[in-house]
């Protein structure tokens, strides 16, 4: 399987930027990785045209857990799909840690958007604190649990996980190959006991200041099967080259 480089944008990029971003990363991108994109939620009109035809597929970085109804200032999957969307980003750390998202709230989550087929790229992953005490395992297990606790083991082909320390998120320090492996040995170990058919194949992100002069080491550990990166996908240079196969 192609790796999977994700590119979440969050409150960056105008709609000029938008269409100059696409124009450029189209000229060179050769297919070799597997490219998504996450804009702003109102941008996702305008990638989907942008990026039609090339089977790049552009997605959200929240939705409600709620289908429709008297629910200010969300959106819902189903809006996200008509959109043109086709996945959503859920549990990211900045969601959970300026936002209030708990793990409960984003079982919900996860639960909707599966059930609408969007593909779920679900974040889990440890502060400073909790590495430097040796809690990461059981904070990522904790995560795991609690977020894909009785989903419908027919939707884990559309569930992703990116673990992503948050201590390495727009920080410049990432975590090194050997531990990030370690850590994603441990969630595949998860996800094979929970969906016994289908969890050991599922794909599992990277996530912390991956750029161009650190991709190559951390996807070529065993258990890496892509990135989602922040920083350096707003580049259409550095997310060309984060998407090149060396
Ligand atoms: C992120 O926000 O998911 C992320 C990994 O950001 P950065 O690549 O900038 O660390």
Not at 45 to 59: A, D, R
Request: net charge neutral; with cysteine.
């Amino acid at each position: 399987m192609k790796k999977l480089l994700v590119a979440n944008w969050k409150m960056n990029k105008n709609m000029q930027e938008c269409s100059e971003f696409a124009n450029e990363f189209l000229k060179r991108f050769s297919h070799q990785r597997e490219a998504w994109i996450a804009p702003q939620a109102l941008h996702i009109p305008l990638l989907t045209h942008l990026f039609k035809n090339s089977h790049l597929k552009i997605g959200a970085q929240n939705i409600s857990e709620f289908n429709e109804g008297a629910y200010t200032g969300e959106t819902s999957s189903r809006s996200l799909i008509d959109a043109g969307g086709s996945f959503v980003i859920l549990g990211h750390s900045e969601r959970r840690q300026y936002f209030g998202e708990t793990s409960t709230k984003l079982n919900a989550k996860i639960k909707t958007a599966l059930s609408q087929k969007l593909s779920v790229i679900y974040c889990v992953g440890e502060t400073l604190k909790e590495r430097e005490s040796k809690q990461t395992l059981a904070i990522v297990a904790n995560q795991l649990h609690q977020g894909l606790n009785d989903q419908n083991i027919a939707d884990a082909q559309n569930l992703i996980i990116a673990y992503e320390p948050i201590w390495a998120i727009g920080t410049g320090k990432t975590a090194s190959p050997t531990e990030a492996q370690e850590v994603h040995a441990f969630i595949r170990e998860i996800l094979s006991n929970k969906f016994p058919y289908s969890g050991y194949g599922m794909r599992i992100l990277y996530g912390g200041s991956v750029k161009p002069d650190n991709v190559e080491e951390l996807l070529s550990q065993k258990d890496i099967d892509g990135a989602l990166v922040g920083g350096a996908s707003l580049k259409a240079k550095d997310f060309l080259t984060l998407c090149f196969d060396k």
